[in-house]
């Protein structure tokens, strides 16, 4: 089992650009949504500063170039603690004043004025954030959901009807696996050691279980593959393979940057974390295959026997 986990981490790898392509696609989406909103806002806070007197010239050329310093100097080795600050409506507002008072002398006569508009901007811009934030997290998912398939056709194909149950089973397990585990965890609080191996050990159950309820019924007993053993098996199998898709991770950082290690590293943790999920299907329909097969050679050596007796 712990091999051919392995080998279906490494021949699902083909799908990698997969979750990457749909996640891109969703952050193209939104960044189409959000840089004419940041654009649109930034133009209209410069035309309305030029408007506050007639006196006032304020070039919105200068403001883009001041701003767009202002963003270069944070850390972008540090991705999630710059997309925070980026985010954060203090810093946009602190950057807006720093860049506004700064290329418009006697601006603090218009203080109250420039305050008022700044906001304003802010807010179209949070809602561009938004909306690109709903289209990269569309991508995200629907990139997970067409990979899913993919590793399901690839590891252990079913019928389309058996996908729907077997989808309705995991977000029916997943609830309740939840529900259990915060409980053993509210009622006993030093649990938290025992409640993780508990957590481990009924994850390969249900595992088994669904790929039993899948595959094997009426093929093989149930306790040739729903036993301690293969539990262990199964959990050491997804360990494995953690370290495996871990190791490719690091391997994509070294060789790039964050930001682009990033990517990939969301590509590999969906493929990984599939993989996990249906490695207990793919071990069940191989060794229900085998089974099905050596039944029906017993079966036809005894119809041979028979013949020759007769």
């Known amino acids: 089992m712990v091999w051919k986990g392995i080998k279906n981490f490494f021949i699902n ?23 004419p909103v940041i654009g649109g806002a930034v133009q209209t806070l410069a035309t309305n500063i030029s408007e506050l007197s007639g006196n006032i010239s304020f070039d919105f050329e200068a403001l883009v170039e001041s701003l767009s310093d202002a963003v270069s100097r944070l850390d972008w080795n540090n991705l999630s603690a710059s997309v925070r600050t980026i985010l954060s409506r203090e810093w ?5 004043n720093e860049c506004i008072y700064s290329l418009l002398p006697g601006a603090e006569e218009y203080a109250a004025q420039i305050a ?11 809602n561009g954030f938004a909306g690109f934030a709903v289209f990269s997290a569309l991508g995200l998912i629907g990139g997970f959901f067409l990979t899913r398939y993919l590793v399901k056709k690839t590891i252990a194909g079913l019928p ?4 729907f149950l077997s989808a309705l089973y995991d977000l029916i397990i997943v ?38 309820l899948l595959y094997g019924r009426k093929k093989i007993k149930a306790g040739k593959v729903i036993n301690l053993k293969n539990i262990i098996v199964l959990v050491i199998t997804n360990v494995v393979i953690c370290l495996a898709a871990g190791a490719v991770m690091a391997l994509a950082y070294a060789l790039t940057n964050i930001i682009v290690g990033t990517f990939m590293a969301v590509s590999l943790v969906e493929i990984g974390v ?5 490695n207990a299907d793919s071990y069940v329909k191989t060794k229900s295959d085998k089974e099905a097969v050596k039944a029906q050679e017993n079966q036809s050596s005894s119809g041979e026997n028979g013949a020759v007796s007769l």
Do not use: D, H, Q
């Not at 790898?13 to 959000?34: C, D, E, Q």
């Not at 946009?92 to 807006?96: G, Q, R």
């Open 92 to 96: 946009l507002s602190n950057t807006f």
């Open 175 to 212: 609830f309740a696996f939840t529900y259990i585990i915060l409980w053993i965890k509210n009622v006993w609080s030093p649990s938290v050691i025992i409640t993780g191996v508990l957590s481990v050990i009924l994850f390969g159950f249900l595992t088994l279980l669904r790929a039993y």
């Open 13 to 35: 790898l083909k799908y990698f650009f997969t979750p990457l392509g749909t996640f891109a696609l969703g952050m193209v989406l939104g960044l189409s949504v959000l840089l």
């Open 116 to 126: 008022e508009e700044i906001n304003a901007a802010i807010s179209k811009m949070v």
């Open 274 to 278: 599939l993989v996990i999920a249906y």
């Open 160 to 163: 389309w009807w058996k996908n």
